[in-house]
């Protein structure tokens, strides 16, 4: 059984940072392509940072230079390290794998019957 479990969110001020990180476990049978996605209440899911299958690390325009993703394959554990936090990154934060990669501009974002999502967690950046 596939599990994703976000955790790492909270209420930072802005210009703070911030480490999410996302537990995967049962995906073992595929080399899943891995992401971060965020959702804004009232809006549509769109994607923060990926990993696709074969490494390429692919990053949505609005967050280049402040955040970094990265896989403890070890572990079996994805990150997303935010720097530089402002308000408008407020949002609900899932992770996702999936047999295939994301266009990161596709909004809103999906997984394929063959993906999975995580539970999310909330990362707050007051005005």
């Known amino acids: 059984q596939v599990q994703l479990v976000e955790s790492g969110g909270g209420s930072v001020q802005s210009g703070g940072s911030l480490r999410l990180s996302c537990a995967a476990s049962?995906?073992?049978?595929?080399?899943?392509?891995m992401g971060w996605f965020r959702q804004v209440l009232g809006k549509e899911r769109e994607a923060v940072a990926t990993?696709?299958?074969?490494?390429?690390?692919n990053y949505a325009d609005f967050v280049k230079g402040r955040f970094t993703i990265s896989m403890d394959n070890a572990k079996n554990i994805l990150y997303l390290q935010m720097n530089d936090l402002q308000p408008e990154d407020t949002a609900l934060y899932y992770c996702?794998?999936?047999?295939?990669?994301?266009?990161?501009?596709?909004?809103?974002?999906?997984?394929?019957?063959?993906?999975?999502w995580g539970q999310g967690t909330q990362v707050t950046v007051p005005s």
């Open positions: 996702a794998a999936d047999r295939t990669g994301w266009i990161m501009s596709a909004v809103p974002a999906r997984v394929t019957a063959l993906g999975f």
């Open positions: 049962g995906l073992t049978d595929y080399d899943y392509a």
């Open positions: 990993i696709d299958d074969d490494g390429t690390i």
